[in-house]
């Protein structure tokens, strides 16, 4: 904390704290460059930069307003229509991208506007779209399950079919919440409700998107291609689907490549400093002896999942989402084991504890994001968020009580 503190970017301490304590256990410090070679030559890895290069090409393709009008002409004319709206395309943008902030800034885009104009409160709005950015991260592909996996050496794909039904229970909280809110709290103007043709439109439209979706979640589900494979046929179909409808061109491919570029280097630094801090402190025996003293001290599951979201809620004011995944997992994994708690199980737990993270100031990634979008003030999108927040928190209670809420999917469904 003491190096993040005077301005050491995370990737940099993990580094700086692993050669120190190579070098005080007398350890060949040539192990560092082999882990950082070990952490890039990982095939559940490359799933990262395609994933996020698949979800800029969509941003860049204004993707998000088809898919925003096609759902709008659904359920717009709704108590809170544009409300669920929002929800529902960030929840099906969120299937295609892996990833939180694109998922916000994609449907924050064309929302934002949308939703004003019609009188819906601002603070409300811009909370909505920066929680409704977080389940680009719950509901798969996600970009924290693929490396919460690689950390355990769970399989993914269990953690992606994990996600659904936290992810669909969250949207579905955040919806209800938002009709409340427009019914009881929110002077708005409906919206009218669109004709049959008007409909038709819309989806066909925002058929490719949706079709986009259900190729790489069913794909990899189905045992089709592997995650990493399906991020490789998601950015193939997304280049095609922006070219046919001639909203793409060289200069947004650039702009595409060089956003996904500048993400998974840091992503990369990130994975590759924690790798060799979690070495580390292995070599030290240290998340052996946490995992005996919390074991020793504390004698229900129960107390520690709660003590664990403590923590996190606490390192979410000063850590970014990635960095806890990395410094957290490796140290609570043991103890995880020994609770006999199920790890996928944990893992969604432990997702949507980061997500809480995306939007908790003063470094929540999405507060940041949608203040972009909107080009206002910070505090309002604090102002806004905060019963979302505290929806995203009784959802763990709901998925702590009611672990089949994101074990049925994977192991029940089908047997």
């Known amino acids: ?87 529902i395309s960030c929840t099906i943008f969120a299937a295609i991208s892996g990833s939180s902030v694109a998922t916000a800034a994609t449907i924050g885009n064309v929302a934002i506007k949308e939703m004003t104009d019609r009188g819906y409160n601002r603070r409300f709005v811009l909370g909505l779209l920066a929680a409704g950015g977080t389940l680009g991260i719950l509901i798969p592909p996600s970009i924290p399950m693929i490396i919460y996996g690689v950390i355990t050496e769970e399989s993914i794909v269990d953690l992606f079919m994990a996600g659904f039904g936290p992810g ?72 095609i689907i922006v ?50 003293a919390l074991v020793r001290t504390i004698h229900s599951p129960g107390i520690f999942i709660l003590a664990v979201c403590v923590i996190l809620l606490i390192m979410g004011f000063f850590l970014e989402s990635m960095s806890m995944l990395l410094l957290m997992v490796p140290i609570l994994y043991p103890t995880v084991l020994a609770f006999n708690l199920d790890v996928i199980w944990f893992g969604i737990i432990f997702v949507i504890m980061i997500e809480c993270a995306l939007i908790s100031p003063p470094v929540g990634l999405n507060l940041f994001v949608i203040q972009a979008v909107d080009g206002g003030q910070l505090i309002d999108v604090i102002r806004g968020v905060w019963p979302f927040f505290l929806i995203m928190l009784g959802s763990v209670f709901m998925i702590y009580f009611i672990p089949d809420i994101a074990l049925y999917i994977p192991f029940k469904l089908f047997q």
């Open 243 to 292: 070219i046919a409808m001639s909203r793409f061109n060289w200069v947004k491919f650039q702009t595409a490549l060089r956003s996904t570029m500048t993400t998974t280097v840091t992503i990369f630094l990130i994975v590759a400093g924690a790798k060799i801090f979690g070495k580390a402190i292995t070599l030290y025996d240290i998340p052996q002896e946490i995992s005996e």
């Open 1 to 87: 904390m003491g190096l993040m503190l005077i301005g050491i970017p995370v990737a940099f301490t993990f580094g700086i704290l692993s050669l120190a304590l190579f070098l005080l256990a007398d350890l060949s410090p040539l192990a560092i460059p082999m882990e950082l070679l070990s952490t890039a030559d990982s095939f559940a890895l490359l799933s990262v930069p395609l994933f996020l290069l698949m979800s800029h090409i969509l941003l860049q393709g204004g993707i998000g307003k088809d898919l925003f009008s096609a759902v709008q002409s659904w359920v717009g004319h709704w108590p809170g229509g544009l409300s669920i709206a929002t929800i």
């Open 168 to 239: 669909l229970l969250l949207a579905g909280l955040f919806i209800l919440y938002s009709i409340g809110y427009s019914m009881f709290g929110g002077a708005y103007q409906p919206s009218p409700q669109a004709t049959n043709k008007e409909r038709v439109s819309a989806t066909l439209k925002a058929l490719p998107t949706f079709l986009l979706a259900i190729v790489i979640i069913g794909g990899i589900y189905a045992g089709i291609f592997t995650p990493t494979e399906s991020a490789g046929i998601g950015v193939a179909l997304s280049l």
